[in-house]
């Protein structure tokens, strides 16, 4: 059965102010788990306490590629003790991107820490915007799918982020469906209708521009375990976008 999560990027404003308080906010709201991002930084104990205090579990979070090559072992421990069970980085390194060739040594360092997590119990999963639908030149197949065939699906899946497919110039219900089976957390978030588009502006899930019946379609035809709901930017207090959001959720994910 699938669940859903809140994105603490979303509430990254006001959790500034006050992170304890605004996580309590997040489970008045109803949400039950979460996902570790954009929050202050903070010990993993004190991460974890807060939570618990809260009620709120953290199913996910993004780590950089860097920090686990720096110290796998330090890295691994604060997840663990965070309570997460699935990892990403917010994308590709910016040391891999100018080239193909630099894009498949990329490749190689995700799948080797991926392999490495999963013997650890941890999945990893790569998640897009939406320069990973451009092409190399010479190279007739997209950043993102040469990463997913350099790959080992067991070592790297895919955090699908619908909005970004979007704008990348892809249809995110078509891609869900060509990586059945690699999307177990996926990213929910919607495309605003008066956005330009040339300049991504995002809204709460419902009120835009994505096919919502096509994406839940195929996301749960692709077997996805996790819809995280995240919303880049919002028009006013981002907690009463969280609100309307799990309304949203909560009517649709099943």
Known sequence: ??????QL????????RDWRGTLKRIRD??????????????????IRRGLDEA?????????????????????????????????APGGMPGDARDSLEAW??????????GSALREAGIQYSYHNHAFEFEKFPGDDRCK????????RPANLSWECDTAWVHYGGEDPA???????????????????RDAPEDKPVFTELGRGLL?????????????????????????????????????????NIR
């Open 55 to 87: 009620g709120l579990k953290a199913i996910a979070g993004h780590a950089s590629v860097e920090n686990f090559e720096k110290d796998f072992a330090k890295e691994l421990l604060f997840w663990k003790t965070v309570g997460v069970v699935h990892l």
């Open 1 to 6: 059965m699938a669940n859903f999560a809140l």
């Open 174 to 192: 078509a891609y869900l469906r060509k990586y059945a089976g690699r999307c177990p957390i996926i990213h929910i978030k919607d495309v605003a």
């Open 9 to 16: 990027y979303t509430v990254r404003e006001p959790a500034k």
């Open 104 to 113: 498949m040594r990329g490749a190689a360092r995700l799948d080797k820490i």
């Open 29 to 46: 709201i109803g949400y039950e788990y979460v996902q570790w991002s954009g929050m202050p930084e903070l010990p993993a104990e004190e």
């Open 144 to 151: 993102l799918d040469i990463l997913l065939a350099a790959t």
């Open 211 to 251: 096919d919502w019946d096509a994406v839940l379609g195929a996301a749960r035809d692709a077997g996805v375990e996790w819809y995280a709901y995240e919303q880049d930017t919002c028009p006013g207090d981002p907690l009463e976008s969280a609100k309307i959001s799990y309304e949203f959720l909560k009517a």
